[in-house]
């Protein structure tokens, strides 16, 4: 009796909580009465962990009850198949059998619950091309809706399986001697990068997990690899996007062009020099993303200018980008190492926010950098500042912290001593000034 009771309550949870309607459970009654019965035995062997188990359960509800029951059987019913594919790597034909059913499931999945379709499309796409990279022309079809739809918050997975889509369609142009099919989709290859790229960067700054971030910038080494590849020399890349790119007086294209040459670090043509002004139309945007490109090639004195034009200009527009554009500013002047700069940004983002972690990281880094030459200890001194401000990062705005911990870590290298302190006369966790500031003694060991 208790047995039937917690099963009736269960399958009245599931039905309030899965099913899109009535129609869902099943045409009769008894019909309903059997979906809900079997759905309720799937999700208490779910519970149970096994997944075998709730296979065979899952395969009772599949065969019972309406495809649309819920989206529930589509996103369990994957992690089942990829379980099995990767239990079955060793036996190709039974892994292959289940890609099968896995990607018949992602296309159920889109036909009736298409809510996430373009979700479903990068799933499909990035799997069918992990285990049969020869079928890349109909994974493409799958990824790239996947993608213009998704932009940045596209998985890392699927942007890296596209772009490798492209690849294999340039390779196999270059394999059949095809010169008209190699160079537009070399062209591809190359403008692809810069968009891919874009949406790369933008799902790093999303990513809220380091594990996750850290699959998007491994991605990224991996598509940069295979762009660099791409038409090496300088001069035949100039030609390249001169004569099939660059269409003159459209900033678009110019300012691709401009990303690709300064990735590649082909920067000493005249048409560089020249393309670069002529993507600017005058607004701080257009400042900022000029300075970005230059970023990328780690043109930071370049970059600066353009970044700091973007401020200026953000300032009488009132474009309300103006904290960004300055914490970008004074992580850009750290780079190279002008610290009087970064320090003058990090001041100017504190002033406006004084709990703003990201100003005090700006500041610690320059201090970290700093070439404070104090009397008794050198640059080491420096390193207590960098550490103090590192500390108020993360205590004034936590979401700044592991990146804190990691450079407070860093600092403490390059602290001195005990030995060193006590010949200089002074006492460790007394207070002391370097160059100006004051802070506290501390040593490495």
Sequence with gaps: MKGILILTLSTLLFTSSYAQDEACWGETEDQ???????????????????????????????????PCVSEKLYTEGAKYFSAFMKKNKSDS????????????????????????????????GTQLFKYRPAEYEKAQTYLKPSIDSGKEKSAASALQSYY???????????????SLM???????????????SDFVDGGISLAKKEAQKASYEKVRKNLLKIFLQVESDCESLLNLVKNNLVVEGDAESMKTAVTILTLKECTESDEYTRWVPETDDGTAKSAYSIGLILLKGEMYQESLMWIELAATRCESEECGELMSYLQRAGQIANLNKETSKAKKYARQILDADPNSGDGYLILADAWSNSNCNDEKFGRACSYWVAYDYYAKAKRVDPSVAEKANKSMNSVRKGWPVKRTVFQQGVEVGTSYNCCGVTTTVRTSD
């Excluded at 019965?37 to 009850?65: H, N, T």
């Excluded at 490798?164 to 095809?178: G, L, P, R």
């Excluded at 190699?182 to 891919?196: A, G, H, P, S, T």
């Design 164 to 178: 490798y889509t492209i690849y294999m369609q340039y390779a196999s142009a270059v394999e059949s001697k095809d």
């Design 32 to 66: 309903k009465t059997l979906c809900r019965e079997a759905y309720g035995i799937w999700q208490g062997d779910r519970e149970q962990g096994s997944v075998d188990i709730a296979y065979q359960s899952w395969l009772k509800v599949k065969g019972i009850c309406p």
């Design 93 to 124: 034909v039974v892994q292959q059998m289940y890609l099968d059913s896995l990607l018949h499931l992602y296309d159920a999945r889109i036909e009736y619950f298409p809510r996430k379709k373009a979700y479903v499309q990068g799933k499909y």
């Design 182 to 196: 190699k160079v537009n989709k070399k062209i591809e290859l190359l403008k692809e990068f810069v968009r891919i």
